[in-house]
């Protein structure tokens, strides 16, 4: 009696273990089914950035400097890429005309634990231009919204004073679905040569910003494809994060250092 006792007690605990973990597997797979799905980001690559800007536009806003570019260096092209081009129009005596331009890519992807990639670009698009808006030591600082530049655009204008001469500088940021375009553009007239026209800068720079913004939508085959869910495990690359500036390298090649080394 005792042993068959010991055996019934024995069968019993093993019947509510099953039921426990068949519970348990239950729960896991409605957790699963119910975890939220991010939309996946629209574009999935980004173009050559020293090929962004036609060779009219760029011998229009780099006239001494249109064929070279350099391109930045970058560990994941297809999220980041930058390219400058450096002018500088010796007239001898008469002075000279100094001219730098910089366009910067910043693609983001999407991910369960950050979001969806346009919307992380949306936040750092705010950062860009917020951040050219305090520059140190401007002067005249005056923002536009840009229109048929992506989703969102704005350009931003101000003076800076440099011992070499009066400098305008442009900084045209604009969004196109999970990417992010900032053209940088400053001119000066060096040497006693008369200083540059800023709506003739600014205006360049938009039509600038604008080509790159067409570059990236070409090269993702005119529109992206925001079909598909992002899968759980994908995550933005760290050369795409928000916290990575693509125009902290073009911040570094400040107008004042090309000219002076120019000259």
Known sequence: MLIAAGCSSDSGSDGGSAKDTAGLGATTSADATA???????????????????SKKTLTDLVPEGAKSGKEGTSTDTASRGSCSWTSLDNNGVKGSQFRWLNVS?????????????????????????????SVTGAKNTKSVPVAGAGDEATAVRYDLKKKEGAFKQQTVVARVENVVVTV?????????????????LTKAAEKAVKEAVAAVTSANGSGGTPSAPASKSASPSKSASPSAS????????????????KS
């Open 35 to 53: 975890a939220p799905t991010v939309q996946a980001a629209a574009y999935k690559k980004l173009p050559e950035p020293c090929a962004v800007l």
């Open 105 to 133: 890519l910043l693609r983001f992807d999407s991910s369960q634990t950050q979001g969806e990639g346009d919307k992380l670009a949306a936040s750092y698009y705010a950062k860009q231009v917020q951040e050219a808006q």
């Open 184 to 200: 940088d553009y400053n001119g000066a007239g060096l040497a006693g040569d008369k200083t540059p026209s800023a709506d003739t």
């Open 246 to 261: 693509p125009s902290k390298s073009a911040s570094k090649a400040s107008p004042s250092a090309s000219a002076s080394k």
